[in-house]
């Protein structure tokens, strides 16, 4: 499952962009009730992914950025995701060389334990502010991190692509 | 990522991951603070929002489709009837409408017609209904029309009275219409009593306010607030019993003769639509006229010195 690194061209920057303008449609789309709860948290998932493949571009600064827009889009405080997503780039660009080293199932349990603490930060700031936490926003965690593999599946082929036709 | 571009790039790099999560999640902490306790970001987060904004309405895109899919088959199948329908609930709603005013109207006018009809069985005289048709519009008249004249027997000088007590007189008489003077018309006058003490007197219309006032009280007179005034009868012009008025205010100033006394009509005198006209009042005999009275006095004293 593991790709070659070697294989994989650098992404442009528009992809990248490109890749997280879409997981905040994603985010944006008008979740209810159940789906809303196992809503995976979209750009959490694509910056964690961009952390561990490309620490040098994109990082807790970006990260930090994102997760501003992303509270500006989901109106809550601001700071609560940009807080939740700086650790979660943090996470990722510690742990990128040994994520790079596993394979994708490895890759996922890894990922659980990020995804684990950023959602609990998450939480916790709305613990303390609204004073009540809601057991169920912690089921997202487990559909991200279920779409872990998928996603890194999707962009490695995307990548691949891309090297493919460069050539030509 | 190959290793020796990241070791080479390592040192361009600036501050360490570490340095970064701690200088973003004080940033974070601070604006969360700054957010939560003070709100003073709000135009921050709408100048960010003008970023957001297009990623959101594209979000909410597939749903207002899906949604505008559903509602055009919808409508395309029941438009006709909707339109039928809402237009037959609305004739129907505006029936209702007038309907239920009308309602509330006929309540109120009947409650008072049942008094009215109840009213003739306590005193001892016959009477017509008769509706107000017009106002008089000088504000210092206080007359009304009433839609019975001189195809009813409507005599001048009849008296009008509601449910509760007198309204007024009849002072002009058309054929079809009659004019009632109410009793608050200026200088209009009433022979009443007081019924605690049977005190005689006459009320006079103000004119200028829904009041009454006691003339040539003297300031001796048993006269007390709340004291009701009935007809008296004498005159026989009014019938005699009928609430007239109350007093609600005595003023007795040592300076004047007179105490000036203030009275409320107890009758709904501007009030209701449907009066009373009283008929067939049993005729006293004829006033002795004065010169008649003088006349004889004076023949009966010639008679004497004869």
Same mark, same amino acid.
């Given at each position: 499952m593991r790709t070659k690194p070697e294989i994989q061209l650098p992404v442009s920057n528009v992809f990248i962009v490109l890749s997280v303008l879409a997981a905040l449609f994603l985010n944006g789309l008008p979740w209810e009730g159940v789906a809303l709860m196992l809503r995976p948290d979209f750009v959490a998932l694509v910056m964690l992914y961009w952390c561990t493949h490309k620490p040098v571009r994109v990082g807790v600064g970006l990260s930090w950025m994102v997760g501003m827009i992303a509270d500006v889009a989901d109106a809550s405080l601001f700071g609560q995701h940009a807080l939740a997503y700086t650790l979660l780039a943090f996470g990722g660009v510690v742990l990128h060389r040994r994520l790079q080293m596993f394979d994708l199932r490895q890759q996922t349990i890894q990922v659980f334990g990020i995804f684990a603490m950023t959602y609990a930060v998450y939480a916790l700031i709305n613990w303390q502010v609204n004073g009540l936490v809601a057991w169920p926003y912690f089921l997202g965690c487990l559909t991200s991190t279920l779409l872990w593999t998928p996603l890194s599946i999707l962009f490695q082929t995307m990548r691949q692509k891309k090297v493919d036709r460069n050539p030509t | 990522m190959i290793d020796g571009t990241q070791s080479h790039r390592f040192f361009n790099r600036g501050p360490s991951p570490a340095a970064r999560l701690v200088f973003f999640s004080v940033l974070s902490l601070l604006l969360l603070f700054v957010d939560a306790r003070y709100r003073y970001l709000e135009s921050t987060r709408s100048a960010l929002s003008v970023l957001v904004s297009p990623i959101q309405r594209l979000a909410t895109l597939p749903g207002a489709l899906w949604q505008q899919a559903g509602d055009f088959f919808i409508t395309q199948s029941t438009q006709r009837g909707l339109i039928k329908r809402n237009e037959e609930l609305t004739l129907q709603h505006q029936s209702d409408a007038a309907q239920l005013l009308q309602l509330q109207a006929l309540q109120s006018e009947n409650q008072q017609l049942r008094d009215l009809v109840g009213l003739p069985i306590r005193n001892e005289f016959s009477s017509q209904i008769v509706e107000v048709i017009y106002a008089e519009r000088d504000v210092f008249k206080r007359r009304v029309l009433v839609n019975k004249g001189a195809n009813a027997d409507v005599r001048i000088g009849q008296v009008v009275m509601d449910d509760i007590g007198i309204v007024g007189q009849i002072t002009r008489v058309y054929p079809w219409l009659s004019e009632v003077t109410l009793i608050t018309e200026k200088e209009h006058a009433v022979p009443v009593e007081v019924v605690r003490n049977g005190l005689r007197t006459i009320v006079f219309g103000m004119?200028? /306010?829904s009041q009454l006032s006691l003339r040539y009280?003297? /300031?001796?007179?048993?006269i007390q607030n709340d004291d009701v005034l009935v007809t008296s009868g004498i005159d026989g012009t009014y019938p005699q019993g009928i609430p007239v008025a109350r007093v609600i205010k005595i003023e007795r100033d040592p300076a004047y003769p007179f105490a000036k006394t203030t009275c409320l009509p107890l009758a709904g005198v501007d009030k209701n639509r449907h009066l009373l006209i009283l008929s067939s009042l049993p005729k006293l005999p004829e006033r002795p006229d004065e010169k008649t009275v003088a006349a004889n006095a004076e023949s009966r004293v010639k008679a004497r010195k004869k």
């Open positions: - | 004119g200028d /306010t009280m003297p /300031t001796s007179a048993d």
